[in-house]
């Protein structure tokens, strides 16, 4: 099973929509999670880290499920400027090996959204 | 917002020489940076975490003698490809998280892209 898992899509949305990605994740002691974006051929920008009790940045949701071990993102009333890859990305922290972290990347998902 | 900045953006090489990449972030100090490549159409593989003042950590499947790693400075990492390849190019992204963070939020520089003839 790998590490961190999406869907690479390509969702294709009309603008307007809603659209939800998820990302399941393996290892039950990671400790923190994001969600980036990138747009082709540039480097990944943080879109939003994603808490417990769920947060919300405009038409952005992120929400964490330990239980289930999978996070998500939906984007509301999709804009042409939001298509882009989203990736999500797992962090584990090793105290006991002198603090090596470790950031794993999901392979991505991509949304066009169409007009 | 925190600034990492990656050099060269673009590097063309002959088969056989080493290339440079440096990553320096600007206005934070970065204990430890990660040093990524992507092929196209592909995500984000983790090569090495570097760690200033140390060695640094090397993921699975990555040649240490091939990528050589350098943290010198609490701003500064460079990855330099040795004797490379056409099988090399490709796209290199650094990333740094500020010193005493635990948070794991990254920033990330802009990325090199080397391309061996």
């Known amino acids: 099973r790998k590490e961190v898992e999406q869907d690479p899509g390509p969702f294709n949305v009309p603008e307007g929509a809603t659209v939800a990605f998820n990302c399941t994740y393996s290892n039950s002691a990671s400790q923190s999670f994001f969600w980036y974006r990138q747009d082709c051929r540039k480097e990944p920008k943080l879109l939003m880290s994603v808490y417990s009790s769920g947060n919300e940045d405009g038409r952005f949701t992120a929400q964490l499920n330990r239980a289930s071990q999978y996070i998500s993102l939906l984007i509301r009333d999709s804009k042409l400027s939001d298509s882009a890859t989203y990736l999500c990305v797992v962090n584990l922290f090793l105290m006991n090996s002198g603090g090596y972290q470790k950031v794993t990347f999901g392979t991505g998902t991509k949304l066009q959204v169409i007009p | 917002g925190a600034v990492v900045s990656q050099h060269p953006s673009r590097v063309i090489c002959k088969s056989g020489t080493s290339v440079k990449i440096e990553c320096r972030s600007l206005d934070f100090q970065a204990t430890t940076m990660f040093w990524y490549r992507q092929f196209p159409k592909k995500s984000l593989m983790l090569m090495a975490t570097s760690n200033e003042g140390s060695k640094a950590t090397y993921e699975q499947g990555v040649e240490k003698d091939k990528f050589l790693i350098n943290h010198a400075s609490l701003t500064l990492s460079t990855l330099t490809v040795t004797s490379a390849h056409p099988e090399d190019s490709s796209f290199y992204i650094c990333?740094?998280?500020?010193?005493?963070?635990?948070?794991?939020?990254?920033?990330f520089g802009e990325g090199s892209r080397l391309t061996v003839l």
């Open positions: 990333s740094a998280r500020p010193s005493g963070r635990n948070t794991g939020e990254l920033f």
